[in-house]
């Protein structure tokens, strides 16, 4: 009996925060014997103001990598999705992959889940069907809608997907991978990261504002706010905010976070940025890494504006709006927390093992490409 051809998984990493959680997957996908890995590099990993971190990608050894740049500093999303459709769908034209896994809620995942249904090739999508608030969600349930396949955090996730119409039998409960790199037992020791980084201080807050795409004109205002409560004292690490529209107003807030007391990092490899926000004594910002990984790590948190408004809230999360006074009460409310009890919404440990089942299995492959909507 003649062996079975190597299905081709390509895989699209747009952001530090996609890569860290996928890596595993695709190191993965790479060495199974039923499956092949392509890799397409795009996003903020083509940035050198965010420290070219395509290199991490090479380092990790992951081979087949296909190098996309799709913007330049300030570039509108709607040109980075446009510049993303187009390179991306010359690339699948010529490879034909038998699948495109993309994740999250990036302008550059629904780029490969338009390019994907478009060109019939099956769409498989991971951490659908949740919510948290601005253009993300809009981006995230577009994405919904294009892809075939939906590897899902949780039952609440599942139900919502049920909501937009999907079938059942296109949607696998699996858990959220960055849970794995979380609950790791081989996660860099504190010493080390502060080595790496040149961390002078063992005391320290943890601070990542990105802009809310759909409040540009309260970005620099509100990144203001965050600033001057940072300013009243303690030692910062800051990390720079994503690359959306309105990333300049913060970075220019961010600028005057200046001496001692502060560390300004463009990037860091994503099991480095665990065992920092472990030790640290707060999270601050509006990054979903306040609301989603600090609780499983049980560091407190404070969560500024509506960037995360519709996020599941840990206990150990203060929320609390964009004023100065407000935001330096809430860091001394989190900070007087101390180490809370590891809370997650978002699954059990095991998803990256469960996903690379799924893809080397035959279920996920056996649901049509021509999709339905199911009334409920």
């Not at 790479?30 to 991490?56: C, F, N, P």
């Not at 472990?278 to 049980?298: D, M």
């Not at 919404?345 to 339905?372: C, D």
Request: hydrophobic letters at 40%.
């Amino acid at each position: 009996m003649a062996e079975q051809p190597r299905r081709e998984v390509l895989f699209l990493t747009g952001t530090r925060a996609d890569f860290g959680k996928l890596r595993d997957v695709m190191l993965a996908v790479q060495k199974s014997s039923k499956l092949t890995a392509r890799i397409v590099v795009t996003g903020m990993h083509m940035l050198r103001s965010y420290g070219y971190t395509v290199h991490e990608i090479e380092r990790a050894g992951l081979e087949r990598l296909h190098l996309i740049p799709n913007q330049i500093q300030d570039e509108p999303m709607a040109l980075v999705l446009a510049n993303t459709v187009q390179a991306l769908a010359r690339l699948v034209h010529e490879e034909r992959p038998a699948a495109i896994v993309v994740h999250g809620d990036r302008v550059e995942a629904l780029a490969g889940a338009i390019v994907g249904s478009l060109a019939n090739i099956r769409v498989v999508h991971i951490e659908g069907g949740e919510v948290s608030g601005t253009i993300d969600d809009v981006i995230r349930h577009s994405l919904s809608k294009h892809a075939h396949i939906h590897l899902v955090a949780n039952d609440e996730a599942r139900r919502r997907l049920l909501q937009l119409g999907e079938e059942e039998s296109r949607i696998f409960v699996v858990g959220s991978p960055e849970v794995d790199v979380l609950t790791s037992t081989q996660l860099p020791g504190f010493e080390e990261v502060r080595r790496r980084y040149e961390i002078p201080f063992a005391d320290y807050g943890v601070l990542a504002l990105h802009p809310v795409t759909t409040e540009l004109e309260h970005n620099r205002r509100n990144a203001a706010a965050v600033v001057d409560a940072v300013l009243k004292g303690g030692n910062w690490v800051v990390i720079e905010p994503n690359n959306d529209e309105g990333c300049r107003e913060i970075r220019l807030e961010l600028d005057r976070l200046t001496g001692p007391n502060f560390v300004r990092l463009p990037s860091m490899r994503f099991e480095y940025f665990v065992t920092l926000m472990k030790n640290a004594s707060v999270v601050l910002g509006n990054s979903s890494a306040g609301v989603r990984e600090a609780p499983v790590l049980g560091t407190p948190s404070v969560t500024v504006g509506t960037r995360q408004r519709n996020r599941v809230v840990a206990p150990s999360v203060v929320t609390v709006d964009p004023d100065a006074a407000r935001i330096a009460a809430a860091i001394r409310e989190a900070q007087a927390m101390g180490r809370c009890d590891p809370h997650s919404a978002f699954g059990e440990p095991g998803a990256h093992r469960r996903i690379v089942e799924l893809l080397e299995g035959e279920e996920i492959w056996q649901p049509s490409l021509y999709k339905v909507f199911v009334d409920r």
